[in-house]
C-alpha cells in the first residue's frame, strides 16, 4: 500500500521509518517528515532517532498504535504552530505530551510523551478525563479528542498496519524507530 506522498523537506531528514516485530512477522513504514507545518516535532523525533521502544494499541481511540518515546520530549508547544490537531486520518503519525496527571490511565505517575499512527479509517485519539479536573483520579470521567501534532505521514507500509492491529491481541511489541 503506497499513500499520496503530500509533503516536501529539503536538506534535512526527510523521512522516519517504523520496524515493528522481528524475523517473518516484521512490518515496516516509511513517513515523510512535514518539516514546514511542524518544524520543532521534526527537528525533536529526528534527534531522538535511532530508538527502541514497545509498540502498543491505543486503548480509547479505534484505529490507532503508539509508542512510548525513550526520552521524554516536554518542550514542544501542541498548537497551530506545530500542527497541532483533534483531526486524525488514516495514514497521519502523530506526536503527543503527557505531563503526569493528565488523563484517566494515561500518563500515571511520571511524564511521558508519545508517537501515535493512524492505521485504519476508524480512529480518533482519545483520552480520559474527570469531570473534576486534574489528577483525573475522581468519577465521573469523560472521554476527550486528543489534541496532537501530526508532523508526519506514512507513505509506505507493508504488514505495519497488520501488525498495528493485532496489538490489540499481541500486546506491546518492540519497534525500532530511526531516520533518513
Not at 527502541?52 to 509508542?67: F, K, W
Not at 496527571?101 to 483520552?127: L, P, R, T
Not at 504488514?159 to 491481541?169: A, G, P
Request: proline share 7%.
Amino acid at each position: 500500500m503506497s499513500p499520496p506522498e503530500p509533503f516536501m523537506s529539503a536538506s534535512r531528514p526527510s523521512h522516519i521509518h517504523f520496524k515493528i516485530g522481528s524475523g517473518a512477522t516484521t512490518g515496516t513504514a516509511k513517513a515523510l517528515l512535514n518539516w514546514d507545518s511542524a518544524p520543532q516535532t521534526c527537528a525533536a523525533i529526528v534527534a531522538a532517532c535511532p530508538f527502541t521502544s514497545l509498540s502498543q494499541h491505543g486503548r480509547n481511540s479505534g484505529d490507532e498504535a503508539l509508542l512510548i518515546t525513550p526520552s521524554v520530549i516536554s518542550h514542544i508547544p501542541q498548537d497551530s504552530t506545530e500542527n497541532a490537531t483533534q483531526t486524525h486520518a488514516m495514514h497521519d503519525v502523530l506526536f503527543g505530551f503527557e505531563p503526569t496527571g493528565f488523563c484517566k490511565g494515561g500518563a500515571g505517575d511520571v511524564d511521558v510523551s508519545e508517537i501515535a499512527w493512524i492505521y485504519g479509517e476508524a480512529a480518533q485519539a482519545m483520552y480520559w478525563v474527570s469531570e473534576h479536573g486534574p489528577p483525573h483520579d475522581k468519577p465521573p470521567f469523560r472521554q476527550q479528542v486528543a489534541t496532537l501534532n501530526k508532523f508526519a505521514r506514512i507513505v509506505e507500509e507493508k504488514l505495519f498496519y497488520e501488525m498495528s492491529k493485532n496489538l490489540i491481541k499481541t500486546g506491546a511489541t518492540e519497534i525500532t524507530v530511526t531516520c533518513d
